[in-house]
C-alpha cells in the first residue's frame, strides 16, 4: 500500500538531528559504562550489580536499533536504499526489552540518566518508524481516536 508523502518521508534535517543526538548518547554510554561506571558499580550490592549491567545492555541494544533506523532512513534520502526495501519489514526498528522502573531507580545517577535518555530516544524513534507505515485513517474523526488510542 503506497503512503503519502507525508508520512513516508521525514526531512534530513530531522533524521541528522536525531542521528546526531543518538551518537552523543551512545558515545557518552560507552564512556561512562567502560570508565566512570566501573568504579559505581563496584559500590553496588550483587543484585544491583546484575541490574547494572542488564540496564547497560539494553541501553546498548536501543541505541543500536535507533542507529541503524537512522542510518536507513539516510540510506533511503540520499537514494542507496530503494524505498520499498527501506520501508519493509525488516528495515523497521528492531524490538528492545523495557527496563524496570524499580532497578532504573536503584542506578548511580550518572547510569539512571543514560538508561532514561535512552528510554526517550527509543520512544521518539518508535513512534515515528509507527506512524511512517500507518495506513491514513479513512476520516479525520478516526484519526483522532487512533492517535487518543496511541497516547493512553
Known amino acids: 500500500m503506497p503512503l503519502d508523502d507525508a508520512r513516508?518521508?521525514?526531512t534530513a534535517r530531522l533524521v541528522?538531528?536525531?542521528?546526531?543526538?543518538?551518537?552523543?548518547?551512545?558515545d557518552e554510554a560507552r564512556?561512562?559504562?567502560?570508565?566512570?561506571?566501573r568504579s559505581e558499580r563496584e559500590s553496588l550490592g550483587p543484585m544491583e550489580r546484575v541490574a547494572f549491567s542488564c540496564e547497560s545492555l539494553k541501553v546498548t541494544t536501543r541505541l543500536m536499533h535507533v542507529i541503524a533506523w537512522l542510518l536507513t532512513r539516510k540510506g533511503i534520502a540520499s537514494g542507496e536504499i530503494d524505498e520499498e526495501d527501506g520501508n519493509g519489514q525488516a528495515r523497521r526498528l528492531g524490538e528492545a526489552a523495557d527496563s524496570d522502573p524499580a532497578a532504573v531507580a536503584d542506578l548511580p545517577p550518572g547510569a539512571r540518566a543514560i538508561v532514561e535518555g535512552s528510554i526517550d530516544l527509543y520512544g521518539r524513534i518508535a513512534r515515528?518508524?509507527?506512524e511512517m507505515t500507518e495506513p491514513e485513517p479513512l476520516s479525520p474523526a478516526l484519526g483522532?481516536?487512533?492517535?487518543i488510542e496511541r497516547a493512553l
Open 8 to 10: 513516508k518521508k521525514m
Open 16 to 26: 541528522d538531528s536525531l542521528y546526531t543526538e543518538a551518537m552523543l548518547l551512545a
Open 31 to 37: 564512556s561512562y559504562f567502560d570508565e566512570v561506571g
Open 128 to 130: 515515528i518508524d509507527r
Open 144 to 147: 483522532l481516536l487512533r492517535r
